[in-house]
C-alpha cells in the first residue's frame, strides 16, 4: 500500500479509502450481510488500508456499527472519516447542520463507531437554512473537545465552499481540510467547479463513486438492459447509460487491454495520477472487488494516455448536479 498526508495536514492515509456505504441493507443493491461486510474491512486492513469512510445516514448507522465492529481493538491503526447532514430522523431538527443536530450526531456516530474520536468530521451537503458560521462553531467545539480531529466537506458548489474557508479564517476557526466530491471518468463535472478551488487551496480531495458506481467495471453492455448489479436497482447508476458515457468505456476497455490491466485498475489509476487526488473512496461489495482494485496502485499512465481517456467527455458543471 501507498501512503500520503491528507491534503495540507500531517494525517498520513492509504492511497485508497474504503468507501463502507455497501455495509447495510437500506438499498436493494447494498450487501445486506454483517458477516461479509466485515471480512470485506478486514481484507482491507491485510491490504494495508488505513482510511474509511462512512456517514450517520448509511442505512440510518448501520454503517457506522458495522465498521466500528470490525475496527474494534484496531482504532489506533485506522483513520475513520464520517459524515453529518442527512436526514436520522422524521420531524424538527432531524437533520441538517446546525449546532443542536451537528452535536448530537457526532456524539451518536462516536456511539456507533465505538471510539473516543472521528479522525474526519464531514459535512456531508450544503444546509442552506443554517448559517455556515453557525456550523463552523459547532465543529469548532467537537474538535476543542477532543472529538473530532479533522474537519472536512462534501459536494457543494465552490462559491459555498469559499465562502466556508473564509468565514473560517476569518473567525479563526477550524478550516475544511478535504473536500469528498463525485469523480470518475464519466462525472468529471467538478474540475469545472471544486478541484480548481482545492489545488488551490491545499485541500485534500477524496472522490467518491471513483468507479461511476461499477459503470466502469465493465459489467454492463450497451444494449442490454442490466438484469444484475447496482443499475439493475439504482437510478444514478442505470443513468449513466449513454452514449457519451459507453463512448468512454470503449477506451477504457481498449487502453485497459494494451496496458493487460483491467478497466477497474484504469479507472482508479487515473484518479492517482491526479496531483490533488489524495485517495479516491472505493467501493467493493465482495473481497474478490477489493482484490481486483489494489493492482491501480502499480499501473502507470503517460500524459498521452490520460489525454486519450478524457478525450470522449468536455466536463460540464450544472448547479442540478452539485445540490444534490
Ligand atoms: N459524499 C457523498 O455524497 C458520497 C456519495 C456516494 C458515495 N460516497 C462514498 O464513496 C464510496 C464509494 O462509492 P461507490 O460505492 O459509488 O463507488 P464505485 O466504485 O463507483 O461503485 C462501487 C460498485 O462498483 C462495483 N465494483 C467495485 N469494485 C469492483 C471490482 N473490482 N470489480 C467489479 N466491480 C466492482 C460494485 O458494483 P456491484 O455492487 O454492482 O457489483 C460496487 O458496488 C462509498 O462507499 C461512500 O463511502 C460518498
Redesign the pocket.
Known sequence: MDYTTLGSTGLEVSRLCL????FGSEEP?MLDNREESKAVIERAIDQGINFF??ANVYSRGESEAILGEALAGRREESVIATKVHGRMREGPNGQGLSRRHVLEQAEASLGRLGTEYIDLYQI?RWDDSTPITETLSALDTLVGEGRVRYVGA??MPAWKFAKALYEADLDNRERFVSM?CEY?LLDRHEEQNVLPLCRDQDIGVIP???????FL?D?YDREEEPED??AATDDRTRGRFTEENWAVLDVVRDLAAEKDVSP?ELSIAWLLHKPMVDAP?????TIE?LD??VGALDVSLTDEEVERLEAPKDPVWSRAIGDV
Open positions: 468507501g463502507c456505504m455497501n443493491w469512510d462512512t456531508h462534501s459536494t469528498q470518475n467518491w463513486s471513483p468507479l461511476a458506481g461499477g467495471a459489467k448489479g447496482r477497474v473512496i472505493i467501493g467493493p461489495r472487488q481486483g482494485t
